[in-house]
């Protein structure tokens, strides 16, 4: 999910130092996947909830698939992308969340450039969907 202030910022989430994968990364507003026979919609509403603290409309962007070795796992995976906007502060979850800012989208994409090392492997993909939506 990408979530967007009335600016026009992202919500960016560090990921919790305990994630299996990609720990203190920076990445979209939140992630997750369905649970068996869960519509996906549901699925992105219920993570962005239990993840950040928080509910919105959201609104699907398109999906994506992506292949990517992290570390000793490769991660395979059909990417759905969603879009909300929120106007608050978010209440993480310090297990799955670090740290949150928000952040102007055309000084992420110089940053995912300049930093890549700093950041999730597939938000560039997610991000060129979510911006398309915007």
């Keep these: ?11 960016l989430q560090q990921r919790a130092g305990g994630k ?6 920076w990445s979209n507003t939140c992630c997750g996947h369905p649970r068996p026979a ?5 699925a992105a509403a219920r993570r962005l909830r239990e993840e950040m603290g928080f509910g919105c409309a ?9 292949r990517v070795r992290l570390g000793d796992l490769i991660e395979h995976e ?8 929120f106007e608050g502060t978010p209440q993480p979850d310090a297990r ?14 110089a940053e995912l450039v300049a930093r890549p090392e700093q950041y999730s492997a ?6 060129e969907l979510a911006r398309a939506r915007r």
């Design 78 to 85: 059909v990417d759905h992308v969603f879009t909300g906007r």
């Design 122 to 127: 597939w938000l560039p993909a997610a991000l």
């Design 38 to 42: 869960e519509d996906i919609a549901a």
């Design 1 to 11: 999910m990408f979530v967007f202030d009335p600016a026009g910022r992202l919500l």
């Design 96 to 109: 799955e969340v670090a740290a949150w800012r928000w952040v102007d989208v055309a000084l992420l994409a």
């Design 58 to 66: 959201l609104e699907p962007a398109g999906a994506f698939t992506y």
């Design 20 to 25: 299996y994968h990609s720990p203190g990364l």
